[in-house]
C-alpha cells in the first residue's frame, strides 16, 4: 500500500482501489479517510471494516480550488483527531498533489506555519509537487478559516513538544 506516516496520526499516499489494499489500510490502524480522488470513492470498500470515509472528488487540474473542499475535509480531519486512537489517511490516485494539497490544509488549520508544514510533508513523502495554484488555494483557505486559531498541538499528531 503506498502510505507515508507525516505523523503518527495522518498518513498521505496513493489510491486503495481493492479489498486487499483496504485491508493494509486497516492493519495501519487507519480509522478515517479523506479520499481526495475524482476517479474511485472508497466508501464501499471501507465500509466492512468501519472505517470512515469522507470522499471529496478533487479534479488535478491545476486550477484554484475553492475554500470549501478544504473546510470539510479539514472539519473531518480535526474531528478525527479529536480522538486519540483515531488515525487518518488523507490519498488521491498517485499521492504527489491532492492528498498532499489536503494534508498542508490539516496542518496550516492545526497552525502550522506554511513552510514548516510543506518541509514536514516533503521530508516524509519527497514525491510529493506542491503546485504553487494549489498552495494559493490552500492559504485562501486558510485566509478564512477560523475554527482553530491556537498554536500547533504537535502531541495531537503524535510529536513531541
Not at 473531518?76 to 494539497?101: N, Y
Not at 485566509?143 to 513531541?160: C, D, I, M
Request: glycine letters at 6%; a negative charge.
Amino acid at each position: 500500500m503506498d502510505m507515508t506516516w507525516i505523523a503518527d496520526r495522518i498518513a498521505i499516499g496513493g489510491g486503495i482501489w481493492n479489498d486487499e489494499k483496504m485491508i493494509e489500510v486497516v492493519r495501519a490502524g487507519v480509522t478515517h479517510i479523506i479520499d481526495m480522488q475524482i476517479e474511485f470513492d472508497d466508501t464501499r470498500l471501507a465500509a466492512p471494516y468501519d472505517i470512515k470515509v469522507f470522499w471529496n472528488p478533487t479534479d488535478d487540474d491545476f486550477q484554484l480550488k475553492p475554500p470549501e473542499l478544504f473546510r470539510h475535509g479539514v472539519d473531518f480531519a480535526l474531528a478525527a483527531l479529536d480522538h486519540p486512537e483515531s488515525k487518518v489517511f488523507i490519498h488521491c490516485a498517485a499521492g504527489v498533489h491532492r492528498a498532499p494539497m489536503m494534508a498542508l490544509a490539516v496542518l496550516r488549520a492545526l497552525g502550522f506555519g506554511l513552510q514548516d508544514a510543506m518541509d514536514v510533508i516533503q521530508a516524509r513523502r519527497p514525491v510529493v509537487d506542491f503546485a504553487d495554484v494549489y498552495v494559493a488555494s490552500v492559504e485562501d483557505f486558510i485566509r478564512t478559516y477560523t475554527a482553530v486559531g491556537a498554536p500547533p498541538k504537535p502531541s495531537l499528531l503524535g510529536w513531541e513538544s
